[in-house]
């Protein structure tokens, strides 16, 4: 039985851009065929057991013919697979999807098409240049910047395109920018006509550089600006200056930043989000994988069997929260099994995840760590107090051994595993010793020891600033030789992003 291929344009960089109805393709898909444009934390969304093929294309390297681009959607759709091909942009806006589907229909595979938001007006807003604007532009035309180069002669209609359009939007033409401004000025368009040279645009890094028709090509050999970039041209280029907000320190105020994002694989959007929110781009490089222990979860089971017993119960991370309710409702449990047992919480993200299983805490320490919460528990633990803590199975023994010297017992039941992630270390190290990665945070003691190890020494990672999240992890980093910049006084995610925030302003 044949699958199914979906066109689907992937937005013209700025994952926020993804459609709802592309973000649940990706989720369905057996076969990913993506190419350079498409952002590749986009790919998150994809099935870890789904096939991820690259065939992109920059100027002079492709990785794949278009030709057999088409013939490799087909054929993975004739093993009764669902494929998506992931366009930069929309699929139908230069993006050659007509011609991949029409192979398709040759073929007798269905196929849809989801359209992208395309490059030609997300780029120019991104800049603050609208493509259109009451009193100033009521037409504006896409144009391709490079033509099919097999072709004798152009087919741009230049006589009536240079004057008979209000604002011009050329995609991929800075290496033709020479020919496409000497056919604008030949035809009529005024050489001082304001024009737009737009890079990397919706990205964090995205560059604009405003110049008029006659001094566009020298300013692009001159600042050496290359693909992909957008060539606009028209009176709206002037409302950048009142417009302009993406590239705007008071509004997105670690724009251009580039941060290295270091978590466990499943849990680092979080943090993206909301230094992406602010300007930043985030580089996730996962340094830990969470998985069960390596024993099992005997002690954990053994634990929730005699639940009973417990006066308190002790969570020190979202993923000791998930972990334990997991095996007590494997158990056949659910919140009513707590009894009258007391919860301890440190962290506000712990808290919340107690929240999202119906359990309020009865303590969280203000000060995130374990000696605060043996600071707060110790005055109230009953008479040989009984006490059950959930937690990752290597970690402080501060904690446990502190409440034992009150008096407690404490049953130490692992709830997971922190396994190191290898992958990508020689890469990553390259990225840094070349300057290309302005921060890296750390988010807790295991992140710090599996980055340095991924890296195979601290050299990389003299060459950036350190942030982070709080003291401990601080101590951390001290003890690899690495002096963090910056140490959040909330030892949270939030409190972590306003300290890079509050440290580049």
């Known amino acids: 039985m044949s699958g199914k291929v979906f066109l689907v344009g992937a937005g013209p960089g700025d994952p926020r851009l993804l459609t709802v109805g592309a973000m649940n393709c990706l989720k369905n898909a057996d076969v990913v065929v993506y190419d350079h444009l ?60 007509g011609e991949e589907a029409l192979v398709l229909l040759a073929r007798g595979i269905p196929f849809e098409v989801l359209p992208g938001v395309t490059s030609a007006i997300s780029v ?25 180069p097999t072709k004798s002669e152009s087919h741009i209609r230049w006589t009536h395109l240079a004057t008979g359009v209000d604002t011009l939007i050329f995609l991929m033409g800075v290496a033709n920018l020479p020919v496409i401004t000497k056919n604008l000025i030949d035809n009529g368009r005024p050489a001082d006509t304001p024009a737009a040279i737009i890079r990397w645009g919706t990205r964090s890094d995205q560059e604009t550089y405003v110049t008029t028709i006659g001094e566009a090509a020298a300013m692009a050999e001159r ?5 992909p970039a957008i060539f606009i041209v ?59 222990p390596a024993d099992g979860y005997a002690a954990l089971d053994h634990a929730i069997d005699e639940i009973h017993i417990y006066q308190w119960l002790i969570f020190t991370s979202t993923n000791g ?78 904690l446990p051994e502190s409440l034992r010297t009150h008096g407690a017992t404490v049953d130490v039941a692992p709830a997971y595993a922190t396994i190191p992630e290898r992958e990508g270390g020689e890469a990553l190290a390259a990225r840094l010793m070349r300057g290309e990665i302005d921060f890296v945070t750390f988010t807790s003691s295991s992140t ?58």
């Not at 200056?241 to 849990?267: M, N, S």
């Not at 919340?352 to 707060?376: C, M, N, Q, Y």
């Not at 959040?488 to 939030?494: F, K, L, Q, V």
């Open 38 to 97: 498409a952002d590749e934390s986009i790919l998150s969304y994809v099935p870890a057991e789904a096939e991820c093929i690259y065939v992109g294309k920059q100027s002079r390297k492709h990785t794949m013919r278009q030709e057999d681009i088409n013939v490799l959607l087909a054929d993975k759709a004739d093993e009764g697979k669902t494929v998506v091909r992931l366009k930069g942009g929309d699929p139908f806006v230069f993006g050659r999807g």
């Open 124 to 148: 120019p807003a991104y800049a603050g240049i609208p493509v259109t604007h009451r009193g100033v532009a009521v037409s504006f035309a896409v144009i391709t910047g490079h033509e099919d």
């Open 223 to 227: 600042d050496g600006i290359r693909p």
């Open 234 to 292: 028209g009176e709206v280029v002037k409302l950048r200056e009142q417009l302009r907000w993406f590239d705007r320190a008071y509004i997105r105020p670690l724009h251009g930043k580039r941060i290295l994002v270091t978590r466990a694989r499943a849990q680092a959007s979080a943090l993206t989000e909301q230094l992406t929110a602010l300007g930043a781009s985030c580089i996730e490089t996962p340094v830990i994988r969470i998985e069960p």
């Open 321 to 398: 929260v998930e972990h334990f309710f997991a095996r007590l409702h494997h158990a056949g449990k659910d919140t009513r099994a707590l009894g009258y047992a007391k919860v301890a919480a440190i962290g506000s993200a712990t808290e919340k995840a107690l929240r999202s299983f119906g359990v309020h805490a009865d303590i969280v320490p203000r000060e995130f760590r374990a000696e605060a919460l043996v600071e707060a528990l110790s005055p109230i633990l009953p008479p040989r107090a009984r006490i059950l803590l959930a937690r990752a199975q290597e970690a402080r023994d501060v």
């Open 448 to 505: 710090v020891k599996n980055l340095v190890q991924k890296l195979s020494n601290i050299t990389p990672l003299q060459h950036t600033k350190i942030a982070c999240i709080g003291p401990v992890t601080a101590e951390t980093a001290q003890s690899f030789a690495l002096e963090p910049d910056i140490v959040a006084e909330h030892y949270t995610i939030d409190g972590l992003v306003h300290a890079i925030r509050e440290y580049v302003q």
